[in-house]
Antibody, heavy 122, light 110 residues
């Protein structure tokens, strides 16, 4: 059974960085990309970026382009999302999500982690 | 990329049908058949209910169906049940290995 288990809640001050982890199990880590999605309190889902866990290349939305680093560790089947220069607007639940495929085509999102609340407050 | 446009709210009575729209552009919804829908109950993790415009994952009731015409995708919930009350989000591939979500629709079963 597929499991995505994320690290615990974080409280950070503005300007600091946060690193959220997503430990996976139940499938071959390098065969499925992992996305990051965030949801501010009472707000919509927002796609953040994704990592090709087999090759390590990443794509992120231009909004976070210079503040986000997405990495993965194939030895532990774990993905990481680090967001720097935090602002109060970054307060949100951050989800890791396993990509869904039809054949070799990525067609969307499938299994979700439980979410990690990141609170940015002075 | 801009969020896809969804109505903020929708409602229906038990047993009725309701349709939620998701409007994008030819660069996302209109350009690819990679539209998904997610159901999110309060305080819960989103759940995939439709992928590739019309496909249902195993275990999702066939009361949920999807379609697309031009730049607008739609989710129809037939035979509304109280447990269908939730937030619904559409999602689409937007080219360049990027993805975009809709603004979300709160479905109320009155």
């Amino acid at each position: 059974q597929v499991h995505l288990v994320q690290s615990g809640a974080e409280v950070k001050k503005p300007g600091a960085s946060v690193k959220v982890s997503c430990k996976t199990s139940g499938y071959t880590f390098t065969l499925y990309a992992l996305h990051w999605v965030r949801q501010a309190p009472g707000q919509r889902l927002e796609w953040v970026g994704w990592i090709n866990t087999g090759r390590g290349n990443t794509v992120s939305t231009q909004k976070f382009h210079d503040r986000i680093t997405i990495t993965s560790d194939t030895s532990t089947s774990t993905a990481y999302m680090e967001l720097s220069s935090l602002k109060s607007e970054d307060t949100a639940v951050y989800y890791c999500v396993r990509a869904k495929y039809t054949g070799y085509d990525m067609v969307g999102f499938d299994d979700w982690g439980q979410g990690t609340l990141v609170t940015v407050s002075s | 990329q801009s969020a896809l446009t969804q109505p903020p709210s929708a409602s229906g009575s038990p047993g009725q049908s309701v349709t939620i729209s998701c409007t994008g552009t030819r660069s996302d919804v209109g350009g690819y058949n990679y539209v998904s829908w997610f159901q999110q109950h309060p305080g819960k993790v989103p759940k995939l209910i439709i992928f590739q415009v019309t496909e249902r994952p195993s275990g999702v009731p066939d009361r949920f169906s999807g379609s697309k015409s031009g730049n607008t995708a739609s989710l129809t919930v037939s035979g509304l049940q109280p447990e269908d009350e939730a937030d619904y989000y559409c999602n689409s591939y937007a080219g360049g290995n990027k993805w975009v979500f809709g603004g979300g629709t709160k479905l109320t079963v009155v």
